[in-house]
Structure formats: structure tokens, C-alpha cells
């Protein structure tokens, strides 16, 4: 890529997609908000205590009694496998009716050597949780007294499992609605560096004018606040002037299509008839006539009319609202207008007319749509390119600069518009 990008071009590509990018945000943050009611579940877990002890026959002898510890341990050991067996789960869920997917694991552990133990239940829904942590305990109480009858064993529920509160989905939404803006913002800011490293369109105006060694004439706001556009057109006509040399005819193209040379040659010759001179504009964009329809001018007579010998110039200039602003438009009927302007009708008109007015403005069109600027470029004293800040290739200014300078015309700069 042949032009520098800078950080406030990047900057300046968000700001112009601010909406867009706070939109795409808000998408990635609904989307990661939503996951969780699709992915993540719950997991509730309720605790049962089971105190087990066994009695001590009274005939029994010494040894006995000295391995009664041994004796009660095993037992404890015993419940806690138990309960490690799926088949718990699913004696639980049937007494309870409920679905055996609901409960998650039933798991048993003894606390502290002590002759206790421990039983969790883990599930899905929080309303059974403490339901099937008791009714576990309870069916595990029971086999542990059928599976030792003697000595008599004992399994007594101490701490019964507590209803559990559900949890909310509010706050794992929020955390992963955060998450997605911040997913969000590293995929934009990468998307829009990429964007603009890849754009090799107009954007740093100083830039092109130091690559091409050519002045920068000016640059015109995108939207006119507080006059901005204005004082804008004033130091472009200051500019301008100072360029021209005493040549007083000049022609303002596009280089891409709607650049911005029509607004940029009205508000040229508007400026510059302000200033006391009287300025002819001479709309030579022969497909359109958008020159007499922003100006408001009712024409008699246009400039494909004075081309073929139908009136005379004099016939064909209108007056404007603007004091010492005159205007001659129209569009072309029989011939092509590129061929229009190329003839010697028009180059004895254009001479004629420059010798009656300070300023002689002509607006052409899109010089790499049509090739009209490059017909009567060697006719003026000076050639005006505009470009439209991000949208005009740079590789299409560095062409149709070389063919303006090829067909004679005398570049003193350019015009970025849009900025």
C-alpha cells in the first residue's frame, strides 16, 4: 500500500461508523447474554448427617469389646460404599417420583474418623434437592440395618438437608453480556484497522500533497457547522488566487464521480464574485445540469445551443442571486459532449468570454468517468482536481493527474471534499 495510515484515520473510520459498531456491540453483548439460558445449569447440593452406632452385646468378652471400634468403623465404611453406587440414585428418584436426570450424584463421605457420615446430593432443580439428600440418608439408614443385624446396629438422621434458594440468571447474563462487548470491541477495533490498512482511498490530504508534490488547495467540511464550509470556500479562494498567477480562467473536475467539483467550482466563483470581481461559471458538464438547478437560474438559451451556432454566449448567460456571479449551462442534445467541448466553437467561446470577465470558472465532469476535463484542459490557466476524502482511490488520483498533465492542463492543486 502506497499511503500512510495514521492513528487519527483510524479513529476517524469509527466516528464515521459510531451507530454501527454500537449496534454490533450490543449484539455480541445480547448474544453472550442469552447463552447462559442454553448452556449453563444450576447445580444444587443438599447435606444429610447419619450418626451410626451398635450396641454392645452383655455376654460379650473382652476381645470382642476391644474390636468394637474396628467393628463400628467398617460398618461407617460400608455406608459410605453404599452410597457411592448408582443404584442409590435410583431408589431415590423412585420413591420420591421424581426423574432420576434431576439428581446429579449422590455422594458420602465420614467426617472426622468419627462414626458419622456425611451424605451430599447434587441436583438440578432446587426445590427436590434437600428432598433427595433426606430420602437417601433414609434409604441408606435402612440398609445399612438390614445388611448387619448383629450386633444391633443404629443409624440415626442428625442434620437433615435445608430447602436450597435458586440461584438467579441475572448475574451469569450480565457477566457474559460483558464478556461479549469486550469480545465485541476486540473484533471491531481489529475488523476497523484492517479496514483501514486495506483502504487505499484519499484520507491523509497533507499526505498525497508531500507523495505528489502538489499543493492541497483546500479542504471542505462534510457538513457546514457554524460556517465552517464558508471560511472554508475563503481560504480556498485566497489559495486559488494566489496559484493562478494573474491566469484568471480556471477548471474545477472531478476526479471520481460526485467528488465534489460541482459544489467546489459554485462556491469557487460565488467566493471569489464576492470579493468584487465579476466571475462567469460556466457549467461545461453537458449531461446533467445541476449548476442552473442549485443556483435556481432559468435558462433561455444553454451551452449546447451557443455550441452549434442556435444564440450567441451573450444570449446564454443568466444572471445569479449572487452579485457579480453569471452562469452558462445546459446539456447536450445532438452530440456527444465530449466532443462538444473539443471543438473549436467552444475553445473561441471560452477565449471570448475570459477576455470579458476577472474570473472564468468552468466545471467539468468525473475525469475518469469522461473525457471532457482532458478535451479543454489546455485551454485554462489553471486545473483544479477535487477528491473525496475516503472514497477517491489513490491510484486514480495519480492517473488522472498524469493525463490532465498530458493533455496540457496546468494542475496548481487539488480539493479534498467530505473531510
Do not use: W
Not at 446430593?121 to 435402612?142: G, R, W
Not at 486495506?198 to 490530504?205: E, G, L, M, R, V
Not at 482532458?374 to 491510484?395: C, E, H, W
Amino acid at each position: 500500500m502506497e499511503l500512510f495510515v495514521s492513528f487519527s484515520e483510524i479513529v476517524d473510520y469509527f466516528k464515521a461508523r459510531i451507530v454501527k459498531f454500537i449496534l454490533i456491540l450490543a449484539a455480541f453483548a445480547i448474544v453472550f447474554g442469552l447463552i447462559p439460558l442454553k448452556f449453563v445449569h444450576h447445580q444444587y447440593s443438599a447435606d444429610t448427617t447419619i450418626v451410626i452406632s451398635c450396641e454392645i452385646p452383655e455376654n460379650s468378652d473382652t476381645d470382642y469389646r476391644l474390636q468394637f471400634t474396628n467393628i463400628l468403623y467398617s460398618r461407617v465404611q460400608t455406608g459410605v460404599a453404599i452410597a457411592s453406587d448408582k443404584s442409590l440414585i435410583t431408589q431415590t428418584a423412585e420413591k420420591l417420583g421424581v426423574d432420576e436426570k434431576k439428581i446429579t450424584s449422590i455422594e458420602a463421605e465420614q467426617l472426622n474418623n468419627a462414626p458419622v457420615i456425611k451424605l451430599t446430593a447434587s441436583c438440578t432443580e432446587p426445590e427436590i434437592t434437600n428432598k433427595v439428600s433426606n430420602t437417601a440418608a433414609e434409604i441408606l439408614s435402612n440398609q445399612l440395618k438390614d445388611n448387619f443385624p448383629s450386633p444391633t446396629l443404629s443409624a440415626i438422621i442428625t442434620d437433615k438437608g435445608i430447602p436450597v434458594e435458586p440461584q438467579s440468571n441475572k448475574t451469569t447474563m450480565l457477566k457474559s453480556g460483558i464478556l461479549g462487548v469486550i469480545v465485541g470491541l476486540i473484533i471491531c477495533l481489529c475488523y476497523g484497522i484492517i479496514a483501514t490498512l486495506a483502504d487505499k482511498t484519499i484520507k491523509n490530504s497533507r499526505y498525497v500533497s508531500e507523495a505528489m508534490n502538489l499543493a492541497l488547495l483546500g479542504t471542505l467540511p462534510l457538513k457546514d457547522k457554524k460556517g465552517s464550509y464558508q471560511n472554508s470556500m475563503r481560504k480556498l479562494r485566497a489559495a486559488v488566487i494566489n496559484k493562478t498567477l494573474g491566469k484568471n480562467s480556471i477548471l474545477v473536475t472531478d476526479v471520481c464521480k460526485d467528488n465534489g467539483a460541482l459544489s467546489t467550482s459554485i462556491g469557487l466563483a460565488g467566493s471569489v464574485a464576492d470579493s468584487g470581481k465579476e466571475v462567469l461559471l460556466i457549467d461545461a458538464d453537458l449531461r446533467t445540469n445541476q449548476v442552473a438547478e442549485k443556483l435556481n437560474v432559468k435558462v433561455n438559451c444553454d451551452l449546447s445551443e451557443v455550441l452549434n451556432g442556435s444564440c450567441t454566449a451573450e444570449q446564454a448567460i443568466s444572471k445569479t442571486s449572487i452579485n457579480g456571479l453569471s452562469v452558462i449551462t445546459g446539456i447536450s442534445k445532438d452530440k456527444d459532449a465530449s466532443d462538444l467541448l473539443f471543438s473549436d466553437e467552444f475553445a473561441k467561446m471560452f477565449n471570448e468570454l475570459s477576455q470579458k470577465y476577472d474570473y472564468v470558472v468552468v466545471h467539468a465532469q468525473s475525469e475518469v468517468s469522461y473525457p471532457d476535463a482532458d478535451n479543454i484542459a489546455r485551454l485554462f490557466g489553471s486545473v483544479i482536481m477535487v477528491a473525496k476524502y475516503g472514497s477517491t482511490p489513490y491510484q486514480d488520483f495519480k492517473d488522472s493527474y498524469s493525463r490532465l498533465e498530458t493533455a496540457g492542463g496546468n494542475i496548481i492543486g487539488f480539493v479534498t471534499t467530505n473531510v
